[in-house]
Structures are given as C-alpha cells and as structure tokens.
Nanobody, 116 residues
Framework: QAQLVESGGGLVQAGESLRLSCTVSGRLFIAAASMGWYRQAPGKEREFVARIIGDRRAFYADAVKGRFTISRDNAKNMVYLQMNSLQPEDTALYFC?????????WGQGTQVTVSS
C-alpha cells in the first residue's frame, strides 16, 4: 500500500490555479519531521519547490515564492500545495516528499501542465 499518494494535477492555462494534495499514511505522517513538494520537468533534474516544518514554518524556492503555498491538515493526514498564477515553466511532474530523520519517502507524482 502506497504511503504517499498525490492528486490534483491537470492541464491549465497560464494565470490559473491548481491545488495539489498528498495523502500520507498515518504512521508516516506522525513520524514526519517535515513534508515537502518537489517537481521534475522533462529533461531536468528534480528540484525543490516547498517544505513545511511543523504546522507553519514554510520554505519556498525562489521561482515559486509569492505564488505557491504549502500547508498541512493534521486531522486528515494531508499536505497541500496551492499554486496560483501558474506559468508554462511550472509544467512538471510534482512529487510529495516526507522526511523522517535521514530518510525520504516519495509519492509517484502528479502531472501539472500549464499552457501559454
């Protein structure tokens, strides 16, 4: 059974919004020191997008700062990425990440495609 499952990706036009969701298994959610989102565009390496430590301490890549917001819902074992003002360069496969000590757990990814 998958421990992290992403959803919410899709095809949108530039300027529109999407909200990605990541369902995290209970045990992993409780153990997690932090949760984050990464993305990988075709032909490029996976890159950091956002991370949340605890309930509120959030960090963002410069490319998404001011447009994306990471949050978590402890009651639902969920982590979200609200993406506003999407641009074609945001097109990528987006991955949910949970960090427990030195170990990382990853989901399978959800595709986001932004047309100009």
């Amino acid at each position: 059974q998958a421990q992290l499952v992403e959803s919410g990706g899709g095809l949108v036009q530039a300027g529109e919004s999407l909200r990605l969701s990541c369902t995290v298994s209970g045990r992993l959610f409780i153990a997690a020191a932090s949760m984050g989102w990464y993305r990988q565009a075709p032909g490029k390496e996976r890159e950091f997008v956002a991370r949340i430590i605890g309930d509120r301490r959030a960090f963002y890549a410069d490319a998404v700062k001011g447009r994306f917001t990471i949050s978590r819902d402890n009651a639902k074992n969920m982590v979200y990425l609200q993406m506003n003002s999407l641009q074609p360069e945001d097109t990528a496969l987006y991955f949910c990440n949970v960090r427990v000590g030195p170990n990382d757990a990853w989901g399978q990814g959800t595709q986001v495609t932004v047309s100009s």
